[in-house]
């Protein structure tokens, strides 16, 4: 947990926004080797990925809405 709080806090100084990643179906450890690659992207590259992330968020969470 510790070095995931620590990707975050280096993922925001870097970027200047928060990290986002579908979690669904994902452990903790691949969440943080996903941190860890994400940090090596480009601000343009990682403003695609964070936006794809939150469409696949959204995605889900819409489908469970429409099944309610």
Do not use: D, H, P
Request: aromatic share 8%; with cysteine.
């Amino acid at each position: 947990m510790a070095e995931m709080a620590a990707g975050n806090k280096q993922y925001e100084e870097r970027f200047g926004f928060t990290y986002i990643v579908c979690a669904t179906g994902k452990s903790a450890e691949e969440m943080l080797a996903i941190l860890r690659r994400r940090l090596a992207s480009t601000r343009e590259v990682e403003l695609l990925e964070a936006a794809e992330q939150q469409r696949q968020i959204m995605q889900i969470r819409l489908g469970k809405w429409l099944v309610e």
